[in-house]
């Protein structure tokens, strides 16, 4: 097993800092963006606010004698004592090699991601258009025989563009399940833990599971999407509409389950949003913004008989029913 160095203390004690100011005071969105700086600054940063998150998590909120709005004084004599507490927590935090899965799956060491409810647009060095979603990272290579993306986790959009190269050179993405050869196309694919998702909206893809014999192979053309495993391929659906919504910032639901719902809302989102399992089954229509997860809640409170409960200022959301 591979040894994962100690993160610095001077490292935790930064990330220990970040915890109290996101949960000592009115947190605002540029709050939440410069924490999300500093965790892409380096990957150790990454691992120590992992820690922070699983000790939050683990206590269910900061103690209030380490989150009183007064401690967010810079001159307070207290806080120096606190800080010193909380990175105190953080190094003893048991989460070693586990955690730095944890970092290594949120891909900050991937050649494009992005962070929770963050999208951006690439054009690769051919000429085709990358749009990552949020939460995604993709590795890109490009040599003499192929145009290679590999999509570590979360959802992209690929317009290929046409090959310049003397030689053709095929364009592939590749997931945990297989690999999928662009043939002419724009098209959708959401790497999920156990299958992969691909909605065609243009042209045509060849979807090759990775443990599948050659009968598993399967074309799927515009207008069609599918899901598959390393095994095996389910058979092409009508693709649904609602699945590029979020390149123009929307989620939409039709009779979705308020659980479904609510884990997709979370993709967007920093912190947790948890929803009590009385009203996981709820059904949810409607269309809400990505780009502004805390109107969408609103939205959401005030239509359905459900009410909403926050903590450290919006991190930690449960949704309960009224």
């Given at each position: 097993?591979?040894?994962?160095?100690?993160?610095?203390?001077?490292?935790?004690?930064?990330?220990?800092?970040?915890?109290?100011?996101?949960?000592?005071?009115?947190?605002?969105?540029?709050?939440?963006?410069?924490?999300?700086?500093?965790?892409?600054?380096?990957?150790?940063?990454?691992?120590?606010?992992?820690?922070?998150?699983?000790?939050?998590?683990?206590?269910?909120?900061?103690?209030?004698?380490?989150?009183?709005?007064?401690?967010?004084?810079?001159?307070?004599?207290?806080?120096?004592?606190?800080?010193n507490k909380l990175a105190i927590l953080l190094a003893i935090a048991p989460v070693g090699w586990g955690s730095w899965r944890i970092v290594e799956s949120q891909g900050w060491t991937a050649d494009y991601h992005t962070a929770s409810g963050e999208k951006r647009e690439f054009q690769l060095a051919d000429g085709s258009q990358l749009t990552l979603n949020t939460a995604t990272s993709v590795d890109v290579q490009f040599d003499n025989q192929q145009?290679?993306?590999?999509?570590?986790?979360?959802?992209?959009?690929?317009?290929?563009a046409v090959d310049t190269a003397s030689v053709h050179r095929p364009f592939i993405v590749g997931t945990k399940q297989g690999t999928l050869e662009a043939l002419g196309t724009r098209f959708r694919v959401y790497q999920q833990k156990n299958t992969t998702q691909l909605g065609v909206l243009e042209g045509a893809v060849k979807v090759i599971p990775t443990e599948a014999d050659l009968s598993q192979q399967i074309i799927v053309n515009a207008g069609e999407q599918i899901s598959f495993n390393r095994h095996t391929v389910e058979l092409p659906t009508p693709?649904?509409?609602?699945?590029?919504?979020?390149?123009?910032?929307?989620?939409?639901?039709?009779?979705?389950?308020?659980?479904?719902f609510v884990s997709e809302l979370g993709r967007y989102r920093s912190g947790m949003v948890?929803?009590?399992?009385?009203?996981?089954?709820?059904?949810?229509?409607g269309s809400y913004p990505i780009s502004d997860t805390d109107l969408a809640l609103r939205m959401l409170v005030s239509t359905y008989p459900i009410k909403l409960t926050s903590h450290m200022h919006g991190y930690w959301i449960n949704l309960l029913p009224v």
């Open positions: 097993m591979p040894k994962i160095n100690a993160i610095d203390p001077r490292i935790l004690d930064q990330a220990a800092d970040w915890l109290m100011r996101l949960s000592a005071t009115e947190v605002t969105d540029a709050d939440r963006e410069a924490c999300l700086r500093w965790q892409q600054q380096h990957p150790d940063h990454v691992r120590a606010w992992v820690r922070a998150e699983l000790l939050v998590n683990k206590l269910g909120a900061l103690p209030p004698s380490l989150a009183i709005p007064a401690l967010d004084r810079p001159d307070n004599p207290n806080r120096r004592a606190i800080l145009r290679f993306v590999w999509l570590r986790s979360g959802e992209i959009l690929v317009q290929t693709l649904d509409q609602a699945v590029t919504t979020w390149t123009q910032g929307m989620l939409l639901a039709d009779k979705m389950p308020l659980g479904e948890r929803c009590d399992p009385a009203i996981a089954n709820l059904p949810v229509s």
